[in-house]
């Protein structure tokens, strides 16, 4: 799972306000640029000063493990992340979840009211193979309704 340096410069200036909860979605590490290929480092690590709060279906890379396709009131060790973040990051985990609608639901449930996500995924038919799940413009769009 990657965060590609573009994406990375592109928002990076949400992430100056130590202030502010931030939790990213996968443990993405962040390819190309100065730090060429793929592997790390990982967002989490480039931002380790704001304290980066990680979920993760595997739990790897220090994530906490969390599906997010089940509710969270089924997974209790995470209530106390309900309208927690200031700021959530998508880029690339949520077109892997087998719920879209429960994914969604709890990536909405975990930010804060007038809080920010940041979704950077792959558009509908632009990488034939990877998930079964892409989005739209139109997709973005109606979850502000």
């Known amino acids: 799972m990657a965060c590609h340096y573009d994406t990375y410069q592109k928002y990076k200036h949400y992430f100056n306000d130590k202030s502010l909860r931030y939790g990213e979605l996968g443990p993405q590490y962040?390819?190309?640029?100065?730090?060429?290929?793929?592997?790390p480092p990982y967002f989490k690590e480039v931002f380790n000063h704001?304290?980066?709060?990680?979920f993760d279906f595997s739990?790897?890379?220090?994530?906490?493990?969390?599906?997010?396709?089940?509710?969270?009131?089924?997974?209790q060790e995470f209530i106390h992340f309900?309208?927690?973040?200031?700021v959530i990051t998508n880029f690339g985990t949520t077109e892997h979840c087998q719920n879209q609608y429960e994914c969604w639901k709890n990536v909405f449930a975990l930010?804060?009211?007038?809080?920010?996500v940041i979704s950077d995924v792959p558009r509908k038919n632009s990488w034939e193979g990877h998930s079964k799940y892409f989005y739209d413009k139109c997709f973005f769009e109606s979850l502000n309704e």
Not at 59 to 75: A, I, R, T
Not at 82 to 86: A, G, K, R, T, V
């Open 30 to 39: 962040i390819c190309g640029g100065p730090w060429g290929g793929y592997g």
């Open 50 to 54: 704001l304290g980066v709060t990680t």
């Open 59 to 75: 739990g790897e890379n220090g994530s906490y493990k969390l599906n997010l396709s089940l509710p969270l009131s089924q997974q």
């Open 82 to 86: 309900l309208s927690y973040f200031d």
């Open 111 to 116: 930010t804060k009211c007038g809080g920010v």
